[in-house]
């Protein structure tokens, strides 16, 4: 950096001027050390400061970010539970909703799609291959899944058990009989 002296004339930068109304143990190289160390101290501080401002702005904004997250999660679960109590109370008719009125904004309902085979094959070969693994599964004695019944050999099937309770009570709170309540027994 190169000083300016009156006058217009510039002078090198390890040269300082001096005002003809300093005092004479004036020191410029000292006064300039000692602002230059200000100016460093006064920018640190000013570092801190903004490095403690956004850290605590970025902690409130992150718990604010989270609260609204789990705001946007707990409405999109109330959605979807809406959107099914919906289709299903439109299909708890015997006309399965066909008829019902249509709500503003109501989703589509969506059914089962269904594939069927094709008549005319491109030979034999498929036809014979879908047999054959329906003998197989037939022989292993393999049987579909059924929702609620996957359980360990010889395991009890808790529907069966409630079901099974459940009769007992009843036939109980009928004073023992068993049957359809009626008298037992031919007229």
Known sequence: MRGVASYGLTLPS??????????????PAATARAERKAR???NAGQ??????????????QAAASAEAQAKREAKAARKNDLERSLLVSKTATASLGKFDKK???????????????????????????????VLKRVESGERKKVK????????????????????????????????????????
Do not use: C, Y
């Not at 969506?110 to 879908?130: L, P, S």
């Open 14 to 27: 390890r040269l300082q001027s001096l005002h003809l109304t300093a005092d004479t143990d004036h020191d």
């Open 40 to 42: 460093i101290a006064k």
């Open 47 to 60: 570092q801190a400061a903004n490095a403690s401002r956004a850290q605590a702005g970025s902690s409130s």
């Open 103 to 133: 709500i503003e904004g109501e989703p589509k309902v969506k059914g089962v799609k269904r594939k069927f085979e094709a008549n005319i094959g491109e030979g034999w070969g498929d036809e014979k291959k879908k047999a054959m693994d």
């Open 148 to 187: 609620g019944t996957e359980r360990e050999e010889g395991a009890i099937s808790k529907r069966k058990a409630v079901r099974h309770l459940d009769r007992e009570n009843r036939a109980a709170s009928r004073g023992g009989r068993g049957g359809r309540g009626g008298r037992g027994g031919k007229r």
